[in-house]
């Protein structure tokens, strides 16, 4: 069974910085994980993509995080992270993290992160 486990999330000030990291446990040996990535959700929102990052390591934002928040990943140790620099009170959200493994997504449980003003 595979697992996502977040972790970094809190409370901020704007123009700080936080960095979200999600593990991922249950891969079975030799098994790879494909694309993983972020999402958001915002109270009375509907939610957003907000990075991706390939196997290989190609990455696409949103673009109102674009030059602000990097997305990374470590294979070894089946980890997506999210450096999130120059934060703004409208990234006060819920971030989900997800995975791709064998065609299938997966979901971490949530962080939330909170930028007061």
């Known amino acids: 069974q595979v697992q996502l486990v977040e972790s970094g999330g809190g409370l901020v000030q704007a123009g700080g910085s936080l960095r979200l990291s999600c593990a991922a446990s249950?891969?079975?040996?030799?098994?790879?994980?494909?694309?993983m990535g972020w999402y958001r959700q915002a109270p009375g929102k509907q939610r957003e993509l907000v990075a991706s990052?390939?196997?290989?390591?190609?990455?696409n934002y949103a673009e109102d995080v674009k030059g602000r928040f990097t997305i990374s990943r470590d294979n070894t140790r089946n980890t997506v992270y999210l450096q999130m620099n120059s934060v703004k009170p409208q990234d006060t959200a819920v971030y989900y993290c997800?995975?791709?493994?064998?065609?299938?997504?997966?979901w971490g449980q949530g962080t939330q992160v909170t930028v007061s003003s």
């Open positions: 997800y995975a791709f493994v064998l065609a299938r997504q997966y």
């Open positions: 990052i390939s196997r290989g390591g190609m990455t």
């Open positions: 249950g891969i079975i040996l030799g098994i790879s994980i494909n694309g």
